[in-house]
């Protein structure tokens, strides 16, 4: 999975930090970041076969931030 550049994409997170990759957001005026990423052709047929997708969080020990996995572009 990559995390790629979209038409909405105004922001791009970690861009000068080589222990990440780049994250190009579209960043809403709250505070509200959506990314969009490209799965590889394996990684949709895993999807596909056993419905399931892990999503880790670096919180650092603060708190955790609430996601939004979804499939479309919506906002909350």
Do not use: H
Request: hydrophobic share 40%; charged share 20%.
């Amino acid at each position: 999975m990559k995390p790629i550049e979209w038409e909405l994409s105004n922001v791009i997170y970690a861009k000068d930090q080589p222990e990440y990759l780049p994250l190009p957001v579209f960043k809403e005026d709250d505070g509200t970041v959506t990314s969009c990423w490209r799965l590889s052709l394996i990684e949709r047929l895993k999807i596909l076969l056993y419905g399931k997708l892990y999503i880790t969080q670096l919180t650092f020990n603060n708190s955790l931030q609430p996601i939004k996995p979804q499939v479309e572009f919506s906002t909350f």
